[in-house]
C-alpha cells in the first residue's frame, strides 16, 4: 500500500523567466580577469555558509563580498551555501554555480526539504530561484550543491578563498603554491570601481543620506526618552531597510561621552540637549554596496563655544585630507595632512601630553586624541579591500575609480587629565564618501552640509 503525503500533488507551475541583472556583464569581465591571473589552476569562491545567532535561529545571509563581486548576486536571492567553480580549460575556464536549486514539493529524496527544513525549505523561508533561472539571471551555468565534491575531484591544481565554507576547505587540500595569493587578487580586484560599482555606491550614499535627514527630524523625540540613541538608531535603520538591503555595518548613534569610543554600537544611552551626537552609519544598497557617512551633530540644535572648536579643528583637518585626494597621490597623503592640521591645532592649545615637542602624525598628541587612520577603502564592504597586499593598498597610490572616506577625528576620553576639563568627553568625527576621479575626487555626500554654521542651518530647516 503507498503511503500517502499530505503535500503530494496539487502544485502549479510557478516558473518565470528571469532577465539578465545589469551588474552580470560587469561580473562576467571580473571572471575573465580571474581566469587570466590562474591560468590552468581550478578556482573555487564560496558563497559562505548560515550563522547561528540563537538555538535554531540564523542571523540574517550575507555572501561573502568576494562571492559577490563575481556574480553580481543580489540581496534577497543570494542563496547560502553557494560556490563558484572556474574550471580551467584549454583556454581559459569555464564557470558553475553550485546552488540549492528550488525545495521540490513532493517526490525525490528531498521531498521533505519544502516543508520539513527549517533553515532551507521554502515553507519556512521562501522562494528560491529555479537552477534555470539562477542562470539567466546571472549569465552563469547553474548546478546543484550536491553535484560540487564530484566538481572538485582529480588533480587540477586548485585555488580556494578559504576561511569561508569549512565544508568546502575540507574537500580541498590547500595548495602547496598557497592560497593567500586568490585571496590578495580577489581584493584589489575591487580596488578600482567600474561604472556599475560606482552608480550601486551612488545610490547607497543617496539613501544614507537620507537616513540622516530622518535621524535629525527625530532628535526632538529622542532627547525626552531615557535610550534616546537608540531611537535615532531605529530611524535610520528603518531607511536601510527602505532604501536597500540593510545596514553595511551596526549603526554607532553615540551621544555625549560616549562619542569617545570608536565603535560605539551599544547605543543604549540617553541624548541630552546640551550633547553632541555622533552618527556613524551607512546604507547597504539591495547589490551589497554600503555608503559610510559620520555627522557629528549638537543635540539640541546648537554648537556650545567648546563644541565647535573642537568640530571646526576635524573640520579643517577633513578639508586638508579632502584636498590630498588625486590621481598619482601616495594614499597615506590624506591621512597625513588632515593629521598636520589635528597635531598643530592641538600643539596650539598647549595640548602635548607626556611632554611631547612633536607636532607629526606620529607623535603622541595624535595617539592620544586621535588612534585611527583617517579613512579607508569603501565599496562591498564598509572596510574594503582589506586582503589587499600592503604595497597596492596602504603604501599604494590613489587611481580614478578608487572610492573611500575621509574621516579624521578627535576624542577627548572623559577620564582624560591632560586634557581641560571642558574638553573632556566630547568626541567629534565627520566622514564623507569620495570617487576619485581623473582630475581630483567627488563627494558623493555632499548633500549633507560639513561646516558647524551649515550643520545648525541645517538642522533648524529639519526640526
Known amino acids: 500500500m503507498t503511503e500517502l ?14 532577465p539578465l541583472l545589469a551588474g552580470a556583464a560587469y561580473a562576467s569581465k571580473r571572471r575573465s580577469a580571474v581566469s587570466e591571473r590562474f591560468p590552468g589552476e581550478r578556482v573555487v569562491v564560496p558563497a559562505g555558509g548560515l550563522k547561528v545567532r540563537s ?46 536549486p528550488r525545495s521540490p514539493r513532493d517526490g525525490g529524496p528531498n521531498g521533505a526539504e519544502f516543508h520539513g527544513d527549517r533553515r532551507y525549505g521554502e515553507f519556512w523561508t521562501g522562494r528560491r530561484r529555479t ?21 572538485l575531484r582529480g588533480r587540477v591544481p586548485t585555488r580556494v578563498l578559504r576561511g569561508v565554507d569549512a565544508h568546502v576547505d575540507a574537500t580541498v587540500a590547500p595548495n602547496p603554491r ?27 550614499v543617496d539613501w544614507t543620506v537620507a537616513g540622516f535627514r530622518d535621524a535629525v527630524g527625530e532628535l526632538p523625540q529622542a532627547t525626552r526618552l531615557a535610550r534616546g540613541e537608540r531611537w535615532i538608531e531605529g530611524t535610520f535603520n528603518r531607511r536601510a531597510r527602505l532604501g536597500g538591503h540593510g545596514l553595511g555595518f551596526e549603526t554607532i548613534a553615540a551621544a555625549g561621552a560616549h562619542a569617545c569610543v570608536l565603535h560605539w554600537t551599544r547605543n543604549h544611552g540617553p541624548v541630552r540637549e546640551g550633547d553632541l551626537l555622533l552618527l556613524d552609519a551607512g546604507v547597504e544598497a539591495d547589490s551589497f ?13 546648537r554648537f556650545t563655544d567648546v563644541q565647535r572648536r573642537v568640530y571646526d579643528l576635524v573640520w579643517a583637518a577633513q578639508a586638508a585630507g579632502i584636498a590630498a585626494l588625486r590621481p598619482g597621490a601616495r594614499y597615506g597623503d590624506f591621512h597625513e595632512a588632515a593629521m598636520r592640521v589635528v597635531a598643530e591645532g592641538l600643539d596650539a592649545w598647549g595640548l602635548r601630553p607626556y611632554g611631547s615637542t612633536s607636532t607629526t602624525a606620529e607623535s603622541d598628541l595624535y595617539r592620544r586624541y586621535t588612534l585611527c587612520g583617517s579613512g579607508h577603502m569603501l565599496g562591498l564592504d564598509c572596510h574594503d ?22 574621516e579624521p577625528g ?31 575626487a567627488l563627494c558623493l555626500s555632499s548633500e549633507l552640509p560639513r561646516g558647524a554654521d551649515e550643520v545648525e542651518t541645517w538642522m533648524a530647516s529639519l526640526r
Open 5 to 18: 503525503n499530505a503535500f503530494d500533488g496539487g502544485w502549479a507551475d510557478t516558473g518565470r523567466s528571469l
Open 55 to 100: 538555538n535554531d535561529f540564523d542571523h540574517a545571509f550575507r555572501p561573502h563580498s568576494a562571492f559577490v563581486h563575481l556574480t553580481a548576486e543580489l540581496g534577497t536571492h543570494a542563496v547560502p551555501d553557494s560556490v563558484l567553480v572556474l574550471e580551467p580549460t584549454g583556454v581559459g575556464h569555464t564557470t558553475t554555480l553550485f546552488t540549492r
Open 131 to 151: 537552477l534555470p533561472e539562477t542562470s539567466a539571471a546571472l549569465g552563469i551555468e547553474a548546478a546543484a550543491r550536491d553535484g560540487l565534491e564530484r566538481a
Open 178 to 204: 598557497g592560497d593567500s595569493e586568490l585571496d590578495a587578487f580577489l581584493a584589489e580586484l575591487r580596488l578600482v570601481k567600474d561604472e556599475w560599482e560606482v552608480a550601486q555606491l551612488c545610490s547607497a
Open 289 to 301: 554596496y554600503t555608503g559610510d557617512v559620520t555627522r557629528t551633530l549638537p543635540a539640541g540644535g
Open 385 to 406: 579591500c582589506a586582503g589587499a597586499r600592503r604595497e597596492t593598498y596602504p603604501d599604494g597610490v590613489l587611481e580614478a575609480g578608487h572610492v573611500l572616506t575621509v
Open 410 to 440: 578627535l576624542y577627548f576620553q572623559p577620564d582624560d587629565l591632560t586634557v581641560p576639563a571642558e574638553l573632556r568627553g566630547i568626541g567629534v568625527r565627520i566622514e564623507d564618501d569620495f570617487l576619485v576621479t581623473a582630475d581630483g
